[in-house]
């Protein structure tokens, strides 16, 4: 964002060229807790495991012949058993827990191992080494063994603790295997026959070698909580029939199943038993991945143009596909409405059912339906940077007459067939998915698959013919869209190569086993550059216009396009922190322009294109955060003041060829004299805020907040024509306190704004606290920060760093002496610079749990910001968590309440209030104040936003009513006079 936008005379506000809303960060809010798969493998190892999967057949005295054991090259049905377990349990998530039982007769029955996940402590090797080292013998004592395996789930086993744990819906199965007729429950082992019938309360007969009470106890697991304090806390039994020819026996373990709620399977080779094992827990494994959403769709992500809005929208699912579109609607006095002039969203900002987007005819709140997803022809065109630079010829393009376009490209193997390679190639351009509509009245259909745009915001150029919509999505693609009411139509579209791979996984569309397992794409924002020379506002007349865009979580690649033509996109550069995407340039690519740079993380930070002095002159350069270090930020519990690896700097690079220029690592210097570099410990993640406060017509200051609390500001400088740019550098402040509880992240872009007060002005940086990686963790005291940068017009900067103890705590009223005239007053702005320390800025502590995951805006003295805080529902974690959203609307100066009015019963005033409850959905992004037309050509009701949710309009908005609207322009000589003098 610049520094460039007058809004009153004595206040400059640093915002976005476009009043977009920036959408939470991460996705853990939409889904609940997964609920635990507890799986008992109950195995067999009798004597008769050591036969071959073939019919034995015993001699009068009942002894196997010779030939049920396995001849050479041949394996025994425990041979079989152990590899299917290898295979099954290498298949396995790590998430689910695991444990074996093994039996044969009398006292030869064993829990192995206790149920514990995969991946705890090298369980999965522990167990798969037990496997590998079991023996046959002994006969089959299956009711004793299921009678143990009961008592393990009830906690009664040997004194170990059950292994249902009172988490989310525990789904606990025993899978029971076995080769023959149950045996060896005779009188001998009466004790298990008594123990089942005094635990169900049913009788059965030892004489049937424990059928019936195999029977019983399985129906008692199924249909009885186990534990009395854990609701739910049953057993399914799953019985798995090996090489079993007899039908008793069969008929027999299909009771058990059907008894114990669960499958009944058979195999007889290594195949079809891990079939079995599979299949008897697959829909268990399945729901474990991820609990269902609770939120039907995100609309966060809007684009106003006029009195247009285009909405960027997903619905979050359990598997790695998850739908997206991008709809039209208008902005009427004070309403979102749809094409018909309707009101289009309730008083929560969710669609009606009646709503019709612009490219539609009926699509209400069905997100998939409708929009520019369904306006899309098939085929597309779909360009890649395969073989050269413009992007729209046909080497580029993804068609399966382009020969260019191998399996390793696509993430395919290498013996995947022509048609598996041909098939997947039509689905890059020419995909569709099955919906599933959920209303009698719509029919389930095929539509066309369109991915989420998750953070990437829309972003609109004009040109001499045409309007297009620039979109990224976590498929990976660009989106090129015409915006006129009339077609919605996407007119190409760009895949970087480096992303094609990751199409196999989402042509399969699994399950997610974590919300981290998701695959991103180009997902990050996007920053587009007209070279305007008429100043129309539209791309013509031989202008140029340069679209840079992000990854976020889809990686280290920032990609620079000329879009200059808008049917002919070109690849400018590749901009990467990944050494392996650089050293592509050296394997027959060497057409393509890719640049390393060294350190940098994720692609977060939204690319601020401007000018800067350099060389004597003007360079035209792109400046951007170093990233974001997910390798050691999305660590839960992570301590105050621990370092990042990756991130840790600021670049400036050439906006036309990629070159980079400068890096704050290497070049900054350091206005306190130390070595700077020593200072940029953490990763700058949060977009960066930039401008030009002396008319110059170039960049001159750069403010930077990272993931470990501190608040950076650069200065660009530049003494004559003939000199050397200098840029300096300075840490303004660092909040971070101790622990856990202080380790507070900025993730967000400081909001700038500047003040004149007592002869003197001073930037007042708004911006707030909160862990956007894990927004639903509680151990961070977070905050909401105002800094007073007192002296940036004459290049000063404070003595010391920043921090809270220089800074006036301004969250509750003053409470003093009961006669102290001031008590019961909110802090004023005077106070704080009266005071002896605390007079550098003030700050909110927030409620515990709640925390800022979006930008601040500053607007004629008011700062708004959104807040969210998880655990709505606290009882019942295992449900997608709400939470609770709140807009702030305060003081920049001192944060004293501004807007909101609180009331008594009878209606009457009371006071102002700091914030007010929101209705959103999930997370709310950052406030947004719209101007609109009329549709006319005059001026619309001025409104403000928090997603689709109106806070206010036209004459209620009264403060924001007597704001200057004019964009982004030069300051006038008067306008810096004024902010220059003391």
């Known amino acids: ?92 998530p790590d998430n689910v827990k695991v444990g074996i039982l093994t039996y044969s007769s009398g006292e030869n029955i064993a829990l192995q191992h206790e149920i514990k996940k995969l991946s705890e402590n090298n369980h999965k090797a522990v167990l798969l080494n037990t496997i590998d080292g079991l023996d046959a013998n002994g006969g089959t004592l299956t009711a004793g063994a299921l009678y143990e395996a009961a008592s393990y789930f009830r906690g009664e086993y040997d004194g170990l603790s059950s292994p249902i744990t009172p988490s989310c819906g525990n789904a606990s199965n025993i899978v029971f295997l076995t080769d023959g007729q149950p045996n060896s429950l005779d009188y001998s082992n009466y004790k298990y026959w008594n123990e089942i019938k005094n635990l169900t309360g049913e009788s059965c007969s030892w004489r049937d070698d424990g059928k019936e009470c195999s029977q019983n106890l399985a129906r008692y697991l199924s249909s009885v909580d186990q534990l009395e304090n ?362 393509d322009t890719v640049h390393y740079y060294e350190g940098l993380g994720q692609t977060w930070s939204k690319p601020i294109i401007g000018h800067i002095k350099w060389k004597g002159g003007k360079k035209l350069v792109m400046i951007f955060g170093g990233g974001y270090d997910a390798q050691n930020q999305d660590k839960h519990g992570l301590e105050a003041n621990t370092p990042d690896t990756v991130g840790r700097n600021i670049f400036i690079a050439d906006a036309v060829s990629g070159q980079m220029l400068w890096n704050a690592k290497e070049n900054a210097i350091d206005r306190r004299g130390g070595d700077f570099a020593n200072l940029l410990t953490n990763s700058f993640a949060a977009d960066l805020s930039a401008g030009d406060l002396r008319g110059s017509g170039t960049f001159e200051h750069i403010y930077a907040t990272d993931t470990g609390g501190q608040l950076f500001r650069f200065d660009i400088t530049q003494e004559d024509k003939n000199s050397n740019t200098q840029i300096y550098g300075v840490k303004v402040a660092d909040i971070a306190g101790t622990g856990v509880a202080g380790n507070r992240r900025f993730y967000n872009r400081p909001d700038v704004s500047f003040v004149k007060l007592r002869g003197k002005t001073m930037a007042l940086i708004a911006v707030g606290s909160g862990y956007r990686a894990h927004p639903l963790a509680e151990d961070t005291n977070d905050r909401f920060y105002v800094f007073y940068d007192k002296n940036i017009l004459a290049g000063g900067y404070p003595d010391q760093v920043l921090n809270e103890s220089t800074l006036y705590d301004v969250t509750n009223k003053i409470d003093t002496d009961p006669n102290d005239e001031t ?115 005059g001026a619309g009701d001025v409104v403000k936003l928090v997603g689709l949710e109106v806070i206010c309009s036209g004459a209620e908005c009264d403060y924001l009513n007597e704001l200057n609207t004019v964009k982004w322009r030069e300051l006038t000589k008067k306008e810096l006079e004024q902010l220059k003098s003391n």
């Open 1 to 92: 964002m610049i520094i460039k936008k007058s809004l009153i005379t004595a206040l400059l506000i640093i915002t976005g060229l476009m009043p977009v809303l920036l959408q939470a960060d991460d996705t853990e809010v939409y889904f609940g807790q997964a609920k635990d798969v507890n799986l008992l493998l109950v195995l067999d190892v009798s004597g008769s495991m050591a036969f071959t999967t073939e019919e034995c057949r015993f001699d009068r005295r009942g002894n196997p012949y010779p030939s049920c054991y396995p001849g050479s090259g041949e394996q025994s049905r425990l041979d079989i058993m152990k590899e299917a377990l290898d295979l099954f349990l290498n298949d396995l």
């Open 230 to 591: 854990i609701i739910p806390s049953t057993v399914k039994t799953h019985t798995i029939a090996f090489a079993l020819e007899d039908a008793d026996a069969k008929n027999f373990l299909e009771g058990v199943a059907e008894a114990g709620s669960g499958n009944s399977y058979t195999a007889d080779s290594t195949a079809g038993l891990v079939d079995a094992f599979k299949s008897s827990i697959e829909t268990d494994i399945e729901q474990s991945m991820m609990v269902a959403p609770s939120v039907p769709f995100s609309q966060s992500n809007r684009l106003n143009s006029s009195n247009e809005l285009f909405l960027a929208m997903f619905q979050p699912a359990k598997t790695q596909f998850w739908h997206g579109n991008l709809k039209k609607y208008y902005l009427k006095d004070g309403n979102v409405v749809d094409s018909n002039d309707a009101v289009a969203v309730d008083d929560n900002g969710q669609f009606l059912e009646s709503a019709s987007s612009a490219w539609s005819l009926l699509d209400g709140n069905k997100l998939a339906l409708g929009g520019a997803a369904q306006a899309m022809d098939m085929p597309r065109n779909v360009y890649s940077n395969i073989l050269e630079k413009n992007l729209w010829t046909q080497k580029n393009k993804l068609t399966t007459t382009n020969n260019k376009i191998t399996r390793s490209l696509l993430g395919l193997p290498a013996t995947a067939t022509d048609t598996q390679l041909n098939s997947h190639i039509q689905w890059l351009f020419n995909g569709s998915v099955d919906i599933d509509t959920n209303d009698d009245d719509v029919m389930d259909r095929s539509i066309n698959r369109y991915g989420d745009p998750l953070h990437s915001k829309p972003v609109v150029v004009d040109y001499a013919d045409k309007s297009l919509l620039f979109m990224g999505d976590n498929e990976g693609y660009l989106h090129a869209i015409n915006s006129a009411d009339t077609s919605g139509k996407e007119e190409w579209s760009f895949i970087p190569r480096q992303l094609l791979k990751n199409t196999a996984a989402l042509v399969e569309n699994n399950s997610l086993a974590s919300v981290s397992s998701r695959i991103y794409g180009l997902d990050g924002d996007i920053t587009v550059y007209h070279q305007d020379g008429n100043r129309n506002g539209k791309v013509d007349n031989g202008e140029k216009a340069y679209l840079y865009i992000g990854m976020r979580r889809g990686g280290k690649n920032y990609y620079a396009i000329d879009i200059s033509d808008s049917a002919r996109p070109q690849l400018m550069f590749t901009i990467t922190g990944d050494l392996a995407t650089s050293e592509e340039t050296t394997a027959g690519l060497s057409w």
């Open 823 to 937: 008590k019961g007053r909110y802090v004023g702005i005077f106070d704080i610079l009266d005071h002896e320390t605390k007079n550098n800025g003030w700050y909110i502590r927030l409620a515990d749990g709640e925390k800022v995951l979006a930008d601040a805006s500053t607007i004629n003295y008011r700062v708004l910001f959104t807040t969210f805080k998880p655990g709505s529902d606290e009882e019942n974690t295992c449900s997608a968590v709400a939470g609770q959203n709140k807009l702030y609307t305060v003081s920049v100066l001192d944060g004293k309440p501004t807007f909101f009015k609180k009331n008594n019963q009878n209606g009457e005033f009371v006071e102002y209030v700091r914030s007010t409850n929101l209705g959103f959905l999930g997370i709310a992004p950052e406030p947004t104040i719209v101007y609109p037309d009329d549709g006319n050509g």
